[in-house]
């Protein structure tokens, strides 16, 4: 029995093992990946912002551009009465004036009234939107079921919903390093594909064009471009520069990593014996080369994304990345330009705590792309 036993065991690890060897390199990448917690997490949480993204006017309480109350502090989700007991039914309770005044801003203090609740619930109506701008509706992921407006993260000085602006916010912000990125990635690479492939003079020549971009100071740079546009050029045309300035800066340091991985890959011999037989260059560059630069292109460009959103959220606290109507986390960020207001009104951070997670998120799936591409 113990010999029977023995090689069935034997054949079931010869027959995964079997199985694993013809998996194809897009399986084995998954597969590692999912052994990995903080990539997994990682790519939930880009998952995540994305559809938020997508869907903002859905997940966001209320109308972004609706004012009220100004700096009206967060509204809290509780589960009791007004004499204290529990009960199963989430509600916030409406914002009101008491008789005491702050003895910093001699304001009165805004705190809960506990005689007008507003009880809370999924897909309630709200604000009207369009959705994707075609079909209308009422209906919004989560608030109040009596229609009410719900601050969860506060109102900034025009009254404006933080939350709601912070979920709108990231349309602008991931559509930004997206489009950075992306442009960022095809100009990268192509350069970097023609400059390592060819070398010689070629090489020379794009290396020192790519080595007086990479001198230029960045910073300074980006606030003198970006104040060459008129104040009273329209929001689209602003938008569409900063993009244009960021992947003009951005581009080198990814063709210079792609550079280096094409003049490995063009000593192999399956290179070189593609050489010999006579395969054309557009052949071996396509065929042979950019599907092995590809893995690090990947994984460049997921840590590339984080910091474009972090130069987008400064260059945009700055006033030179995105202008109202538009809203954008760094836009956000200029309402705590003083301490005085972040000492009195700290929910006007929220931004920063979606750059975060933005940023976490996918440092966090570069890292497990990082170890994923090479399974073997």
Do not use: C
Not at 100 to 126: A, C, M, R, S, W
Not at 132 to 160: A, M
Not at 202 to 221: M, Y
Not at 252 to 267: D, F, H, I, P, Y
């Amino acid at each position: 029995m113990v010999a029977v036993h023995s090689s069935t065991s034997q054949e079931q690890v010869i027959n995964v093992a079997e199985q694993r060897a013809n998996e194809t390199y897009t399986a084995l990448v998954w597969r590692r990946l999912r052994r990995s917690f903080t990539g997994m997490v990682g790519l939930a949480l880009v998952v995540l912002l994305i559809l938020i993204a997508i869907f903002a006017d859905f997940f966001a309480p209320a109308d972004p551009r609706e004012t009220g109350a100004s700096f009206t502090p967060p509204q809290s989700i509780s589960f009791k009465e007004k004499d204290g007991t529990f009960s199963i039914w989430p509600r916030v309770y409406a914002m009101a004036e008491t008789e005491e005044l702050d003895p910093v801003t001699f304001q009165p203090i805004v705190g809960p009234n506990y005689d007008n609740p507003h009880y809370l619930g999924f897909f309630v109506k709200g604000a009207p939107y369009n959705l994707f701008g075609l079909f209308p509706t009422e209906r919004h992921f989560f608030g109040s079921v009596d229609g009410q407006t719900v601050h969860f993260l506060g109102t900034d000085k025009f009254g404006r919903d933080v939350l709601s602006r912070a979920i709108h916010g990231s349309r602008i912000s991931l559509a930004i390093a997206l489009s950075v990125v992306f442009i960022v990635t095809v100009i990268g690479t192509s350069v970097g594909l023609i400059s390592g492939y060819f070398g010689g003079a070629v090489d020379a020549w794009v290396q020192r064009f790519v080595d007086i971009v990479l001198a230029f100071p960045q910073l300074p740079l980006y606030l003198a471009l970006t104040s060459l546009i008129p104040v009273t050029a329209p929001t689209n045309v602003f938008l569409t520069f900063v993009v244009v300035v960021m992947s003009a800066l951005g581009w080198a340091q990814m063709s210079r990593e792609v550079r280096g991985k094409t003049m490995a890959l063009a000593r192999i011999d399956y290179v070189r014996a593609a050489m010999a037989i006579g395969a054309t260059d557009r052949r071996i560059i396509f065929q042979h080369i950019l599907p092995n630069v590809m893995s690090h292109v990947i994984v460049a460009v997921t840590l590339h994304i984080p910091s474009v959103v972090l130069l987008e959220s400064f260059l945009g606290f700055l006033g030179f990345a995105v202008k109202p109507p538009l809203i954008s986390w760094g836009l956000m960020l200029q309402d705590t330009a003083t301490y005085s207001v972040i000492g009195s009104y700290p929910w006007i951070l929220a931004p920063v705590g979606f750059v975060l997670v933005t940023v976490f998120a996918f440092n966090a799936l570069g890292d497990g792309l990082r170890d994923a591409v090479d399974p073997y």
